[in-house]
């Protein structure tokens, strides 16, 4: 979970309160947060704040997390009147951001501003800190978005964001003297090393570029160490961020605006023009509210929350959380703050209601049922499966259940017909189910390639796909999916590893392909045939059987998809269906 570091004399002014350590930590459980230490003290002292909810980036800054209790406490409602929307735009004052067409399948997106202050120490250790947050956390490690800060003097508007051939750009990055080209970046710089690879899997790579020909930055990997090295004592600086999802890259500069003028600091327009479609058009002036009104009807709340409140109180739970609402027949809309975007169903409004209704109002009740907890079969049967991978030298791995369509169904080279998608996702990041764990071990492979060799990983875990003849439209099952990535990877010690695994399992191999009747004593055979699966090599993969029906495929992975997640190894990937092997 996200933490930060506040100054406490700046987070005490900006909140208008002065708490003891122990009354701070009374008061932020509204935020989702408590205090996680300190150090120092009198004016030095630094408070540690833990999130414990990863859907409230704004609130990751000493800003942020004082906007929260001073707008929760005090009924404070802060206004930002430099935001464009739909119909309403800023005046930009010349500052502009051509986007080139090359971007449209690397990098698509970019958001900026400007801004007017003085930048003391405080403000730039918790600018960078804001930075960091929130592209390591909410940008999924600068995939999703990066943040660039330069010193605006210097640069000449307009500013060119554009893919550039990575051998033949160079420039100096922050950090070094020396001039290198943008692969030579990758290889050598500390960043470069870490955060390359996101930029190798594409020939050319984005840079933003001053009209004058200087080079601000390489995003998303360094900036330069002319435009982008920002100190003490600036008065003026210039703000972008780049990224693959449109809507979090808008987010995160409204999230730093609003930051930076809550610090006091003046924020300043900048239009971004694009030469392809995007969902909020063809130019777009930043900061930018985009956020959609969401509704919901208060019998629901009252429900869900188990009290009785009337539209009046349920505005004013709304306002202790920053939130604007209008109440007409029996339902409420709400309007997001332009800092927020976490508003993905009616039960989130639900829980900002509960939050500024205040837990303490909720009388407490005690279960009516006695329960007995156990694990169930299900999951016992997925333990034995991990200590077996364990024991054949895999790595276990957990991962996320929601993903892109380009990692789910793109990377995959699969039509993705049986996908489960969100219909009202955060980001793109998160837009569909995964129905298979495999994305994740070829993410954790491309990422990997410093590791020695060979690689062995695996996840037990739950998968969700499409299916028209189940009640739900869906269903949900129970999945061993391994990779083993190396120089001698092959069909071969894929098949050993599966004869391997049944065997432990007590599953034996039948000689009739595609069919698989039970054994003596209720031992259950399983057999194989050559797979159509377009992820793997045709004549390399098989389809696996039990009791006649299919529960899972193996076999090496085609070169298409290797080259799609940038792995530059063989290697062999299985999926069972761990419920179908199940003895019930």
């Not at 009337?310 to 809309?333: C, H, M, P």
């Not at 009740?365 to 169930?376: H, Q, W």
């Not at 200590?387 to 957990?398: N, P, R, T, V």
Request: glycine share 8%; aromatic share 10%.
């Amino acid at each position: 979970m996200p933490k930060i570091e506040v100054k406490q004399q700046a987070f005490f002014h900006l909140s208008n309160m002065k708490p003891t350590l122990g009354e701070l930590a009374d008061l932020l459980p509204v935020l989702k947060s408590e205090v996680d230490g300190s150090e120092g003290e009198g004016a030095a002292t630094l408070l540690k704040l833990e999130f414990n909810d990863t859907n409230r980036p704004d609130l990751w800054s000493t800003a942020g997390a004082a906007r929260g209790l001073r707008v929760y406490y005090q009924g404070w409602d802060p206004q930002y009147l430099f935001f464009s929307s739909v119909g309403k735009k800023q005046a930009d004052g010349g500052r502009k951001v051509v986007v080139e067409a090359g971007l449209k399948n690397i990098r698509p997106y970019c958001s900026a501003f400007a801004l007017r202050g003085k930048v003391t120490d405080e403000v730039l250790v918790d600018l960078i800190q804001t930075q960091e947050k929130l592209c390591h956390n909410f940008g999924r490690k600068r995939r999703t978005f990066a943040m660039g800060v330069f010193r605006s003097p210097m640069v000449k508007f307009p500013v060119h964001y554009r893919a550039a051939d990575p051998d033949s750009t160079k420039f100096v990055p922050l950090g070094m003297t020396e001039s290198l080209s943008l692969r030579e970046i990758c290889k050598k710089h500390p960043k470069g090393l870490e955060y390359g690879y996101i930029a190798e899997a594409h020939p050319k790579f984005p840079l933003q570029q001053s009209d004058d020909g200087r080079i601000l930055s390489f995003p998303p990997v360094i900036n330069s160490a002319d435009l982008g090295s920002v100190e003490v004592g600036d008065t003026e600086l210039f703000i972008e961020i780049t990224g693959t999802d449109l809507p979090a890259v808008t987010l995160a500069a409204s999230i730093v605006a609003c930051d930076l003028a809550d610090l006091g600091f003046e924020i300043l327009p900048v239009t971004v023009e694009y030469p392809y479609d995007t969902p909020f058009g063809r130019e777009v002036t930043f900061p930018y509210q985009f956020q959609v009104p969401v509704d919901v009807e208060l019998e629901y709340v009252n429900r869900l929350l188990g009290v009785n409140l009337i539209g009046d109180q349920a505005q004013r739970a709304l306002k202790k959380a920053g939130v604007f609402s209008r109440y007409e027949n029996g339902v409420l809309t709400v309007f997001p703050p332009p800092y927020r975007n976490d508003f993905l169903h009616p039960v989130d409004v639900i829980e900002d209601v509960m939050i500024g209704h205040g837990m303490e109002n909720f009388e407490p009740e005690t279960p009516s049922d006695a329960t007995v907890g156990r694990l169930s079969a299900e999951e016992l049967f997925g333990r034995q499966v991990r200590d077996l991978m364990i024991g054949m030298g895999f790595q276990e791995m957990i991962y996320n259940y929601l993903g892109s369509k380009k990692d789910f169904i793109d990377k995959m080279n699969i039509s993705g017909h049986d996908v489960l998608q969100i219909l009202n996702p955060m980001t793109e990041n998160y837009e569909f189910v995964r129905n298979s764990v495999a994305p994740y071990l070829l993410e954790t492979e491309a990422a990997s390639a410093h590791a020695v060799y060979p690689h062995h990983l695996f996840e037990v875990g739950k998968i969700v796909r499409l299916d028209p003849t189940d009640n739900q439209g869906s269903v949900t099952r129970n999945s061993l999916g391994w990779l083993s990535a190396g120089a001698d990877e092959g069909f071969n010690q894929a098949n050993a590893r599966v004869a391997s695994l049944f065997y432990y399992l007590g599953v034996s191999r039948s000689d009739t392909p595609g069919e698989s009747p039970k054994g003596v004593a209720g031992v259950r055979d399983y057999s194989v045939r050559e797979s159509s699966d377009p992820r793997f090599i045709p004549g390399r993969a098989a389809d696996l059987f039990v009791g006649g029906h299919k529960c899972g495929v193996f076999g090496e992975v085609n070169p298409q998809v290797l080259e799609n997640w940038n792995i530059g190894v063989p290697a062999t990937l299985g999926e069972v269906d761990l419920d179908s092997l199940m003895v019930r």
